[in-house]
T-cell receptor, first 110, second 113 residues
Framework: DVKVTQSSRYLVKRTGEKVFLECVQD?????MFWYRQDPGLGLRLIYF???????EKGDIPEGYSVSREKKERFSLILESASTNQTSMYLC?????????FGPGTRLTVL | GEDVEQSLFLSVREGDSSVINCTYT??????LYWYKQEPGAGLQLLTY?????DMKQDQRLTVLLNKKDKHLSLRIADTQTGDSAIYFC?????????????FGAGTRLAVHP
C-alpha cells in the first residue's frame, strides 16, 4: 500500500512566522504535490515536483515555496504566514497519473 | 478549458442507492477518478476508470462513463452511514508534459436513517 505521511495533523502559528509543512512518501514516486483545500473552492494546486530539486508552480503559488532535497520528501514553506493561509493542506504523490494523498494538515494562522 | 463540475450536496436514506454525477471538459483525459474524503481526513482513492471503458464495477461501487456527453457517475449500492463523506471527481489533464489532476468541488453525501 502507498503511504503518504504529513508531519502534523493540526498546526497553529502566528502571523509573520515561517512555517514548514513536511510530506513523506514511501513508494519511490517521482511526482509530489501540495494542495490547499478551502470550503467551496475544492482543491487548488500550490506547487508540484517531478524530481529531486525540481519544482513547478501550480495554480496558486503566491506566498509559498517548496523544497525537494530527497525523493521521498517534499516540503511546503510559508515564508511569512498570513491569516489568509489558514487552510487544510494536502500532500500527494504519484508515479503516473494516479495520486495518493496524505491525511492533511489543518493550519490555523492567528 | 479545464473544468470539472459536480453538484454540491446529496442526501439519501440508508439502504438506498446513491448516484453522484460529474461533468468534465477535457475529452483527451485518459483516466477519471473518484476520491472520498471523510471529515478531517485526506483524500482516499476509491476507484478510477480508463477512458476506453463505459463501466467499471467494484463491489458496491459502479462507475459509468459517457464520453460523448463527458459525464461520469458513481453509484453506491446499499448506501451505509459510513459512506457519508465528500466525493471528488477528477480528470487527468496533461500540462507541460506532466499529468495534472483537475478536481471538482466535491459532492457532500449525507446518509440518514
Amino acid at each position: 500500500d502507498v503511504k503518504v505521511t504529513q508531519s502534523s495533523r493540526y498546526l497553529v502559528k502566528r502571523t509573520g512566522e515561517k512555517v514548514f509543512l513536511e510530506c513523506v512518501q514511501d513508494m519511490d514516486h517521482e511526482n509530489m504535490f501540495w494542495y490547499r483545500q478551502d470550503p467551496g473552492l475544492g482543491l487548488r494546486l500550490i506547487y508540484f515536483s517531478y524530481d529531486v530539486k525540481m519544482k513547478e508552480k501550480g495554480d496558486i503559488p503566491e506566498g509559498y515555496s517548496v523544497s525537494r532535497e530527497k525523493k521521498e520528501r517534499f516540503s511546503l514553506i510559508l515564508e511569512s504566514a498570513s491569516t489568509n493561509q489558514t487552510s487544510m493542506y494536502l500532500c500527494a504523490s504519484s508515479f503516473s497519473g494516479t495520486q495518493y494523498f496524505g491525511p492533511g494538515t489543518r493550519l490555523t494562522v492567528l | 478549458g479545464e473544468d470539472v463540475e459536480q453538484s454540491l450536496f446529496l442526501s439519501v436514506r440508508e439502504g438506498d442507492s446513491s448516484v453522484i454525477n460529474c461533468t468534465y471538459t477535457d475529452s483527451s483525459s485518459t483516466y477519471l477518478y473518484w476520491y472520498k474524503q471523510e471529515p478531517g481526513a485526506g483524500l482516499q482513492l476509491l476507484t478510477y476508470i480508463f477512458s476506453n471503458m463505459d463501466m467499471k464495477q467494484d463491489q458496491r461501487l459502479t462507475v459509468l462513463l459517457n464520453k460523448k456527453d463527458k459525464h461520469l457517475s458513481l453509484r453506491i449500492a446499499d448506501t451505509q452511514t459510513g459512506d457519508s463523506a465528500i466525493y471528488f471527481c477528477a480528470e487527468i489533464h496533461p500540462s507541460g508534459g506532466y499529468n495534472k489532476l483537475i478536481f471538482g468541488a466535491g459532492t457532500r453525501l449525507a446518509v440518514h436513517p
